[in-house]
């Protein structure tokens, strides 16, 4: 088994060898060809469930043994941490060129790149240039938030040639579909928007499902409203047709499809605080119990889940917000999606920018989980 390090050369002439994530982009000795992308894994195994449940079957899986080498760990304790849920593999079988890796807070803090095209600025391209600049700077994994033209071609680029796992918003491609109509929304077209991702190898998806119609009058007295996109979006949805999302009323049928390729939940905080005025209000806590309900629900299905938030919150109410997701969750990963220092400002926190960005510091106790 190889396992990828990056040896740092010291001053006295002993060496360091450190976690990589850069695949072969810093390998002095490697081809690159962006056009036939990285050579796959060998040795996936699609015929026996998904990571969690073969955890939860007392198997250590060949991702579990190459994650254990990466993390310096046994292997026993990450088929433990997996199996019950603390820590999540995101593997789909359909993306080989990836390097099993895992979240969860008995391992190493992970760093999420977002990038992706937008109306202003679409290059393929350019897209899987941000994409290798991000991994050579520690990314752990990358979120594609493409809006503008080609999402399926610039999504197919970036899978093919990264070396990490790569996550989506699978509502944003839906909206792109319905020429950013969110009423003209239909659970048909989210299906098979996320069966159209999971076939290309996306490995891990953000669901709003957690976003329901009675709880998007609770957001009214913000400061900030609504600055999830996704959120929004779903909240759009609701009010237009004053019925429950089609995300929460399919919930069970979404994890039999994510399931089927071991694709990982990353269930979304569409009613995150955008300031600190708003942080732990009720539709901040509703959703979170929300979510504990489906983490529940995916788990039964063998689905893997980690848990977005908490949005923008002040250093006092960190640990009130960790404690609360891992009562309600069952200590799924806590994925949070912004720096924890209080930020007022009234924008969409997930807009696509035109360079990586880091979705959490990996210094720090305050990372607990993600």
């Given amino acids: 088994m190889r396992v990828p390090q990056r040896r740092v050369n010291l001053t006295n002439g002993e060496y360091l060898d450190l976690y990589d994530t850069s695949g072969p982009y810093t390998d002095t000795n490697a081809v690159i060809d962006l056009h036939k992308g990285l050579p796959p894994r060998a040795g996936i195994v699609t015929d026996r469930g998904t990571q969690l449940q073969r955890a939860r079957a007392g198997e250590i899986t060949a991702e579990m043994e190459f994650i254990a080498v990466r993390e310096g760990v046994p292997a026993e304790l990450v088929r433990t941490e997996v199996a019950a849920g603390r820590a999540v593999i995101p593997a789909n079988h359909k993306h080989p060129e990836s390097e099993p890796m895992i979240i969860g807070k008995a391992f190493g803090v992970k ?85 159209e991702q999971a076939e290309q190898g996306v490995d891990y998806m953000t669901v709003h499902a957690g976003v329901l119609l009675r709880y998007v009058p609770l957001t009214a007295k913000r400061v900030t409203g609504i600055v999830s996109r996704g959120g929004s979006i779903m909240a759009a949805w609701c009010l237009a047709h004053h019925r429950e999302s089609f995300l929460y009323t399919h919930f069970e049928e979404l994890c039999e499809i994510l399931a089927r390729y071991d694709v990982t939940f990353s269930l979304g905080d569409g009613l995150r605080p955008g300031s600190i005025a708003d942080a732990n209000d009720e539709a901040q806590f509703a959703e979170l119990r929300t979510l504990g309900e489906l983490t529940k629900i995916a788990k039964s299905h063998g689905v893997q889940v980690m848990i977005e938030g908490p949005g923008h919150v002040p250093m006092h109410k960190i640990v009130e917000n960790v404690k609360l997701e891992e009562e309600l969750c069952e200590e799924a990963p806590f994925y949070t999606l912004a720096r924890w220092p209080p930020i007022s400002l009234l924008r969409m926190t997930t807009s696509p920018r035109q360079s990586a960005r880091r979705s959490s510091p990996r210094p720090g106790p305050r990372c607990c989980a993600t």
């Fill in 111 to 195: 760093i999420n790149a977002n990038i992706g095209n937008s109306a202003v600025t679409s290059s393929i391209a350019e897209e899987v240039e941000k994409m290798v600049w991000a991994i050579r700077w520690g990314a752990d994994n990358i979120m594609d938030l493409s809006t503008g033209k080609d999402i399926h071609q610039t999504r197919e680029w970036i899978l093919r040639n990264s070396p990490v796992p790569v996550g989506t918003v699978p509502i944003y491609q839906a909206l792109e579909k319905t020429n950013g109509d969110p009423a003209a929304l239909t659970w048909e077209l989210y299906r098979d928007t996320v069966i």
